[in-house]
């Protein structure tokens, strides 16, 4: 029985933090309520990126769909089951290499993705990545027989779900195609193409998918060169850098990243049975920031901590190999791995405790606490009755209602953030002619005087909602918005 209280541990261990963050406590995020509203448009028919404007890839729509499908806690259900067959992955990797402490590099991992300023509860894409990342990490380790293949498989995923999270997969598949490797020719070959089917097997029904629904273009167009496009904001490494160590001490992440970089570079010092495994893994921690060093928003001050998710797999497997293959050293015995365990896991657990003991079961979301949303639950609403504009988090209100907004556009920031976005003024327009072809009751106006880059675009808003639609007056309302129905025909 004994041998069993380790996997006990870590089966609670997981459980434990996953409860914390089910509906019942569920941390309310703008991100969360727009993928939720993309399962909605699925379940109801749409398809995404025709009917619904997203630059994220495809995944995490699906998986919110088959959580409505489940019900109210089926998205909670379906992603501890993938954060606990991960840790249990992981676990038996650290058995079979001997790891003194098995439990330990699990539990981190738990840790780490389960820290409420990082993960913001469940359901980001970065979440799902690092998950697949850490699989991907075992894998390698793996003798098993279509190795190469679950690789290519684990690695569509990660793309599937955010594709810049493949960069720090990168080097670990790259030491796994190469190592061993004799004779060269044959070996790559055949590797390479385990890699290549195991991607396709996801990249195909995908693609099928859209080219079915006559979506392709806008797949294309949305989940891959808006990225390319628009994401490439040049800084100065100083500038991420000083962002980056702002941003982990924020979400407790400082001790262990710093912690764990500091153990790999001793470990190569002192010697490691797999010093290239090591780089690499050194490198794979390196690439997780790589989010930030291509879109810069933590430098602009946004609160993107969620960027950091991938060292929730990075760091426990770079722990991993400094543990399980630096022999003779202050690293491999049970003792000394309890005191590093205990010094990197300190900050990340008070700050998760702290957060469990002031848990506010069923906290009502903000949006629900609005004087237009206690005016809007009494009107008889269905599908494209509400548009709400340029505030993300009120997404909340087309799930609450579950009705579909009569734009695909369904967040804004983009016209505030390039003064060349929508040059030519045809995504407004597109807006403006939904709304009247779909002859929406509601709009819910958040645009004010820096909403728009470009002055002529507020303009033009304003000067249609004047046109078409009259203010609604309420009492007590805390929002800088106004509410607008439609005007009716003389």
């Known amino acids: 029985m004994k041998k069993n209280y380790p996997l006990l541990f ?83 990797t650290c058995k079979k290499y001997k790891v003194a402490l098995a439990w330990l590099p699990p539990v981190l991992f738990n840790l780490m993705i389960r ?27 793996s003798e098993h027989k279509y190795k190469f293949y679950l690789l290519g498989l684990a690695t569509g995923f990660v793309f599937f779900f955010q594709q810049d999270q493949v960069l720090p997969l990168l080097p670990i598949l790259l030491y796994a195609t190469f190592n061993n490797s004799i004779p060269l020719l044959p070996t790559l070959l055949k590797r390479g193409t385990g890699l290549a089917i195991g991607f396709l097997t996801v990249t195909i029904p995908i693609v099928l998918y859209f080219l ?19 994401y ?38 002192w010697g490691n049975k797999k010093n290239w495994l090591l780089i690499c893994s050194l490198a794979a921690v390196l690439l997780s920031f790589c989010s930030e060093f291509l879109s810069g928003k933590l ?13 929730a797999a990075t760091v426990p497997f770079l722990l991993f190999i400094v543990f399980a293959f630096t022999e003779g050293t202050p690293f491999t015995q049970s003792r000394q791995q309890l005191v590093y ?24 979301r903000w949006p629900a606490l609005s004087a237009e949303y206690q005016y809007l639950k009494k009107q008889p609403l269905k599908d494209y009755d509400l548009y709400i504009f340029y505030n993300s988090n009120y997404v909340y209100l087309y799930n609450q209602f579950r009705i579909l907004s009569p734009s695909k556009w369904i967040y804004h920031y983009f016209w505030h953030w390039y003064d060349r976005w929508d040059a030519d003024n045809s995504k407004l327009a597109s807006i403006t002619n939904d709304l009247k072809q779909h002859r929406t009751q509601y709009v819910l106006d958040f645009a ?14 304003k000067s249609f909602l004047k046109d078409n639609y009259v203010p609604v007056s309420l009492e007590d309302s805390v929002t800088k918005t106004v509410l607008w129905k439609i005007k009716q025909a003389p």
């Open 10 to 92: 870590v089966i609670i261990a997981c459980l434990v933090l996953s409860f914390i963050h089910c509906p019942l406590f569920e941390l309310f995020f703008d991100d969360k309520e727009i993928f939720k509203y993309t399962g909605l448009v699925l379940l109801k028919g749409g398809v995404p990126y025709k009917d619904f404007f997203d630059h994220k890839p495809p995944l995490i729509f699906f998986i919110n769909y088959l959580g409505l499908l489940l019900g109210s806690w089926g998205l909670w259900i379906i992603d501890t089951l993938f954060i606990l067959l991960t840790t249990l992955l992981f676990f038996n």
């Open 115 to 141: 820290n409420n300023t990082a993960s913001l509860g469940v359901g980001m894409t970065r979440e799902y990545a690092a998950i697949f990342l850490l699989i991907a990490f075992c894998l390698v380790m």
């Open 212 to 230: 079915l629904n006559h979506s392709l273009q806008y797949f294309w167009e949305d989940a891959f060169l808006f990225n390319f496009n628009w």
């Open 232 to 269: 490439n904001e040049k800084q100065a490494l100083s500038l991420h850098a000083i962002a980056i160590r702002k941003a982990l001490h924020n979400c407790e992440y400082d001790v262990i990243v710093y912690g764990s970089c500091i153990t790999g570079i001793a470990a190569l010092i």
């Open 299 to 311: 430098i602009f001050g946004l609160p993107v901590t969620y960027y950091f998710l991938p060292l």
């Open 341 to 364: 365990g205990a010094i990197f896991s300190a900050n990340l657990f008070f700050h998760l405790l702290q957060y469990a003991v002031n848990l506010t079961p069923n906290y009502p």
């Open 448 to 461: 004010d005087s820096v909403t728009f880059k470009n002055k002529q675009h507020l303009l033009y808003w």
